[in-house]
């Protein structure tokens, strides 16, 4: 090996090592704040999630509230802020510039009468005034509890209905929900109980599902149960496990579907079914070039078990669908002329 | 009559990989080849610079949607358009068909193939050469591309998806090496071959739902990366919908089968092909 070779492997072995060495120290010295992305696996507060949940669900309400889309939509229909104001008044929170994300879950038995036994969860990341929501659910009625060093606010439904609890669990993370589900998450974050990093079947759909700034993995009979979907469609329905989607919303809207069959043969079934479907509709929309744009945007894929549909509008089409909208559209068209008045018929002689 | 001198025992195939290795190191690494190489590297760097230079003089490089953009994203970014899309498997095709086919072309591998080694311990050598040559330019390039978009107070936050880029890169090298590694051994037009297959195969099978994208390099060096998918054209948007992401340990083990079975595949082809020299 000659010297200049040497150099050289010096040089480059010299930058990459103190790349790598400079990383780590900073890494260390910062602990290590994303090594759950070596499992890659979604939100890290998927550890207050219970191991059980039947429906997960995520937005990233940062990106959407700055998507174009958004903007665009609140131009077209700028909606009654008075509802957002008042909650922003009362709680401290402008929910458009303070929460960061929301990841949801329904654990135990969703299709339960009462929402008491589908336990729902809501893990919210932001900056929040503590002590004015403290006061807030004080002033409303309610108690304030230590649980396991954690305060936890608790208020009821009027009419003795599901209790409620609010938990700020990390500074900037608060936890919300179903009492019970609300405890559960902090024991589950702490390890005393499961959650749902330790559901392999659900980790693997949540990472699949984490590209998106807007995604729902959701078993399959929690959704027709919460739907209440007739006796005869549900039957007629291949037999699924899990449904994903996934949506990515900026300028366009970027979706995919995804579902999982129990078996290969349900899953094609599926498939031809979505595929009669699709030919259906693209031959129903043939003639309206604005709803074409979207269908032939839609793809279906998926292999053995997985069926998908992908969908993308564009923000062409999104600002045409919303121009059909204006009120200028709405308007009545013009009355159409009064038609000429016909001919006398000649007189019989 | 005299006793015949004893003879050193040949080397083994190791042995002989190795020395074959430290010879063709330092040809690789003075070729014009490598010129090509550093270029090719040097352009995030400079993008990287370009980029920290309008930073710092209090202007905002990159805005999506009027939303500041920041380094961290930025670096994911440049990790996908220019290393995982262009650099690794161009780097592959051009370095990985030419192993052996440039001493078929310069009339060297006669010399080669006298020596006291096995024709396969030729082709691992030049392999290993090659993986040093190119991870030792491309990964330093990742390095620097890194600390000029990344603030350090973001490294904390960022260094694992960092340090899975690197090996991610590293493990793209040798598969797209080692893949046409065995294609430059086995078929007389390597180069055109390798192009097609990078450029037109991988980006085809990629965009088609179903099955078909299990049979690409890129599916599995994808599969790995950390960053986001950039949404830059409509070919990215459909195979971001599209992707149906491999567990991390499948993409690993894919990558170290193809890096197996070709150099396996690449050394039978070597050691039995009958290489004519062109007069």
């Keep these: 090996m000659t010297k200049p070779t040497r150099l050289f492997l010096f040089v480059s072995g010299g930058i990459l090592a103190a790349g790598l060495g400079t990383g780590l120290v900073a890494a260390y010295v910062g602990g290590f704040q994303n090594l759950s992305l070596l499992a890659a696996s979604g939100p890290e507060e998927l550890s207050y999630l219970p191991s059980d949940a039947k429906v997960v669900a995520y937005a990233n309400v940062r990106e959407l509230m700055d998507s174009e889309l958004h903007q665009k939509l609140q131009a077209l229909t700028p909606r009654n802020g008075n509802g957002l104001a008042r909650f922003q008044e009362e709680t401290g929170v402008d929910v458009s510039k303070d929460v960061d994300y929301v990841l949801a879950a329904i654990g135990g038995d969703v299709s339960a009468a009462t929402p008491e036994q589908g336990r729902p969860l809501v893990i919210a990341r932001g900056r929040f005034d503590n002590v004015r929501i403290e006061g807030l659910v004080r002033s409303k009625g309610g108690t304030v509890e230590d649980f396991k060093g954690v305060r936890l606010l608790k208020a009821s ?46 980790t693997r759909l949540v990472k699949d599902a984490s590209d998106g700034n807007l995604w729902v993995v959701a078993r399959f009979d929690a959704l027709s149960a919460a739907g209440n979907l007739p006796a005869g469609v549900a039957e007629r329905l291949p037999a699924l496990n899990w449904v994903t989607l996934t949506g990515h919303i900026n300028g366009g809207i970027r979706a995919a579907v995804k579902a999982e069959a129990r078996d290969d043969a349900a899953a094609k079934n599926l498939r031809d079914v979505v595929q009669g ?50 009120p200028g559209r709405l308007t009545p068209p013009p009355d159409a002329p009064e038609p000429p008045q016909a001919p006398e018929p000649p007189a019989v002689p | 009559m005299s006793a015949r001198p004893n003879l050193p025992a040949p080397p083994t195939f190791w042995n002989g990989a190795v020395r074959v290795f430290s010879l063709s190191l330092g040809e690789m690494l003075w070729s014009r080849r490598t010129v090509f190489l550093m270029l090719v590297t040097g352009m995030p760097v400079f993008v990287a610079l370009v980029l920290r230079l309008v930073q710092s003089s209090g202007i905002t490089p990159v805005r999506v949607n009027s939303t500041p953009v920041d380094g961290a994203s930025i670096f994911g970014g440049m990790i996908w358009i220019f290393f995982l899309r262009f650099i690794v498997p161009v780097l592959g095709v051009f370095y990985g068909t030419s192993l052996m086919a440039d001493e078929v072309e310069d009339r060297t591998i006669t010399y080669l193939f006298t020596r006291p080694i096995r024709r396969g311990a030729v082709l691992v050598g030049k392999y290993l050469a090659f993986l040093v040559c ?26 694992v998806a960092f340090a899975a880029d690197l090996g991610l890169l590293a493990l793209g090298l040798a598969a797209y090496g080692g893949l046409f590694a065995f294609v430059g051994a086995a078929l007389k037009r390597p180069l055109v071959s390798g192009l097609v297959f990078v450029f037109g195969w991988e980006q085809v099978a990629l965009l088609v739902p179903g099955y078909l994208k299990r049979f690409t390099v890129a599916h599995y ?40 079975v070709s150099l396996w595949l690449g050394v039978k082809a070597v050691e039995s092909r009958e290489y004519v020299l062109d007069q």
Excluded at chain 1, 309 to 316: D, F, G, R, W
Excluded at chain 2, 134 to 159: E, H, K, N
């Design chain 1, 157 to 202: 439904e009027p009419g003795g209905g599901m209790e409620m609890a609010l938990a700020f669990v990390e500074p900037g993370l608060i936890a919300m929900g179903n009492d019970a589900a609300v405890r559960q998450a902090i024991d589950g974050h702490r390890g005393s109980a499961a959650n749902l990093t330790g559901n392999a079947d659900l």
């Design chain 1, 277 to 326: 479907m699709l030919a259906l509709a693209k031959l129903q929309t043939g003639q309206r070039t604005d709803i074409a744009a979207i269908m032939d945007s839609i793809e279906l894929g998926g292999d053995g078990k997985t069926v998908s549909l992908a969908l993308s509008i564009p923000i062409e089409v999104v600002d045409h669908l919303a121009s059909l909208r204006t």
């Design chain 2, 134 to 159: 190119t991870t030792l330019v491309v990964l330093p390039s990742v390095v620097l591309v890194y600390f000029l978009l990344v603030p350090l107070s973001q490294v904390a936050r960022t260094f």
């Design chain 2, 221 to 260: 060096v994808q599969g790995l990366v950390p960053h986001a998918m950039p949404s830059d054209g409509v070919a990215a948007v459909l195979q971001a919908v599209l992707r149906n992401n491999p567990p991390a340990w499948l993409c690993i083990a894919a990558l170290a089968g193809i890096v197996a």
